[in-house]
């Protein structure tokens, strides 16, 4: 019984030394993140930042004694002031990067964030000055916190759709930053997240409703001079939203009823509006007039070159959408006073 005791304390007790422990390998510092799975991380190792040079590839898995651990992580500030290292291969048993991980890697041009990584803390790449190019792995649910601030040399990047939300300065100062795409499963953008992109030119957004943002996130740029891709059908409901109506809105339907050889007018109205078709091919339509929520506010049927009375609406931007009766749909912002 006696026996037996001692080989439980001694299980025990070597649970809580291995946990938490620290070993070298190949120049790289490891911490043990559990005894019982034998997982590590790649660690902080601040008398490492000068001798961690050119490509890093960091292995799945690595030995210390007579056990072998998987990596799983890069820890606190792993690389972080490593300013020799170039380039870096993440291995796809990493789950996780977390905040700082590459602090201040001002050699750093490129990484692939492989699909097995599927969460970042904040400030992982920040003051990474030669970074151009980043893939994010698919699996990512967030950008986090100033994730790539001051990354100036950083020209594109192409946000994966499985991300819900971008945190605040997330690529504030990226001022190399020429393109952002956004795609529709982003549900909220922090304050400040493009401020002093002075670069960009292009920004694509996929939202078939316009996300609510803050007129911080794109503070100190000139929007009228920046490019907003919007989804076909989508332009009137963009030009009516704040903050995205400062953007020069492009797509093929900008002016679609001029361009279908419709003419709106009055516009802005106070009780009457009429579409006039140039083509007279087509005498009827339905419409529908939505507000800045999505509520329709008004709806009926008319036909071509016919009043239509707003007057019971109240004063503010709509979306006034059209169907004609060969199935064609329009749409174009309409403005009450």
């Not at 002031?81 to 050699?107: D, K, M, Q």
């Not at 400062?246 to 109205?269: H, Q, R, S, V």
Request: proline share 3%; charged share 10%; glycine share 8%.
């Amino acid at each position: 019984m006696k026996n037996l005791y001692i080989i439980f304390l001694t299980t025990i007790i070597s649970h809580f030394i291995s946990f938490g422990q620290n070993f070298m390998v190949d120049g790289i510092k490891y911490r043990v993140t559990s005894s019982t799975e034998n997982t590590v991380e790649v660690d902080i190792n601040t008398s490492n930042s000068t001798s961690i040079t050119g490509s890093v590839n960091i292995p799945t898995s690595v030995s210390n004694g007579s056990i072998t651990y998987s990596v799983t992580g890069l820890g606190l500030q792993a690389f972080g002031g490593c300013t020799g290292l170039t380039s870096i291969i993440i291995p796809n048993s990493v789950t996780y990067i977390n905040s700082f991980a590459f602090g201040g890697c001002t050699g750093l041009t490129s990484i692939i964030i492989p699909n097995s990584v599927t969460s970042m803390g904040g400030s992982t790449f920040l003051n990474c000055t030669g970074l151009i190019s980043v893939i994010i792995s698919n699996s990512v649910t967030s950008i986090g916190t100033k994730i790539f601030q001051n990354c100036t040399s950083l020209t594109t990047v192409n946000i994966p759709n499985s991300v819900t939300n971008i945190f605040s300065e997330a690529f504030a100062n990226c001022t190399g930053l020429t393109s952002v795409t956004i795609p529709n499963s982003v549900t909220s953008i922090g304050i400040f997240a493009f401020q002093n992109c002075t670069g960009l030119s292009s920004v694509t957004v996929n939202w078939t409703t316009p996300l609510s943002v803050n007129a911080s996130i794109f503070a100190s740029l000139n929007l009228p001079t920046i490019t907003l891709n919007v989804p076909t059908g989508t332009t009137a409901l963009y030009d009516a939203t704040p903050v995205w109506t400062n953007f020069n809105i492009a797509t093929l339907d900008i002016n679609e009823f001029k361009y279908n050889k419709l003419i709106f007018y009055p516009n802005p109205t106070s009780n009457l509006i009429k579409i006039q078709n140039k083509t007279n091919t087509i005498e009827n339509f339905e419409y529908r007039i939505v507000d800045l929520t999505g509520r329709i506010v008004k709806s009926g049927n008319s036909k071509f070159n016919e009043d239509i009375n707003i007057e019971s609406l109240t004063i503010g931007n709509y979306i006034f959408q059209i169907e004609t009766e060969n199935g064609e749909k329009f749409t174009e912002k309409l403005i009450k006073n």
